[in-house]
């Protein structure tokens, strides 16, 4: 078995026919691995958006995909294929190939070589794209919001703002219409220039600069994508939006609408902890 996975996601693929590779045991489930794939599998590595779900159909028998996840296995054979947080290399290691790994609760038999048409729930997959832009742009947002807090010049975000959103970040999840990010405000971030200084007072007015922005942003229905370097579920893959002030591209793994004006109204709440060191960003959409 050779070669990544080549996936069809990121141009927001839902359908697929493709030949099965390899089926293994997983802890109480089974793993299908295909040459192709249109399920988004979840990010060992920064689990932010949870894997499509969908359905299996091998000779006229439905499978329940209940999860994807990623898989890796040197190409040397030296190991068996590793999955999700048992990988024990880094993502574009040397010699390793990457797989996305189809989890069934139903054994499917021997199905290596078989034809088998995959379909994603396309509900879930667009209520967890609508939550992944929501979370990309309110990042841009926020950081516009905070880039007076800081006094040294710090890497700037896709549009310009001191990218607090990624020098702050220690977690990110994403929801059906919706995202919740964490931020550490320590010492650390202090020492790159960040002034957290008055913030607790200062947050509803933050709060609403970034309601106001999103609600501009999603008016104006910019188109987004996701731009990719490569067929294979190992590319470096990117968010873009082409908003009206400039293109705003971050790297980023997921799936995205297609406009921004598929949001909705938009709604961001920012909850400061009580000892002031973590900043907690929640946005929803309709
Ligand atoms: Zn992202």
Redesign the pocket.
């Known amino acids: 078995m050779h070669g990544n996975t080549l996936v069809s996601f990121p141009s927001g693929a839902l359908t697929g026919e493709a030949t099965v590779r390899q089926v293994l045991p997983l802890d109480g489930s089974f793993g299908v691995v295909c040459d192709t794939t249109p399920f988004h599998p979840v990010d060992h590595t920064w689990p ?2 949870p894997a499509d779900r969908g359905v299996l159909t091998a000779e006229g028998e439905a499978y329940a995909v209940e999860d994807a996840l990623i898989g890796a296995a040197p190409r040397d054979g030296s190991a068996p294929l590793a999955v999700g947080p048992g990988i024990p290399v880094r993502r574009g290691e040397e010699g390793w190939d990457w797989y996305v790994v189809h989890v069934l609760a139903a054994d499917p038999g021997p199905l290596t070589g078989r034809r088998v048409r995959l379909e994603v729930d396309p509900e879930r997959r667009h209520r967890l794209s609508a939550g ?1 832009t929501l ?2 742009l309110v990042g841009l947002a926020l950081n516009r919001m905070l880039a007076p807090r800081w006094s040294k010049e710090a890497k700037p975000d896709a549009l310009g703002a001191p990218d607090f959103d990624k020098l702050a970040i220690t977690s ?1 999840r ?1 929801f059906a219409h919706g995202s919740v990010d964490h931020y550490r405000l320590g010492k650390s971030l202090r020492r790159k220039g960040f002034s957290a200084e008055g913030l607790a007072a200062e947050l509803p007015g933050i709060e609403a600069g970034v309601n106001t922005l999103m609600a501009g942003w999603v008016a104006e229905d910019a188109p987004v994508g996701v731009a990719t370097e490569g067929p294979g579920i190992d590319a470096l893959r990117h ?1 873009r939006c082409a908003l009206a002030e400039g293109e705003a591209s ?5 799936t995205h609408v297609t406009r921004t004006g598929e949001l909705g109204q938009v709604k961001v709440t920012l909850e400061l902890s009580g000892d002031g060191t973590e900043l907690r960003m929640e946005a929803k959409c309709s």
């Open positions: 932010d958006q992944h979370c990309e990110s994403i968010f971050t790297p980023c793994g997921g």
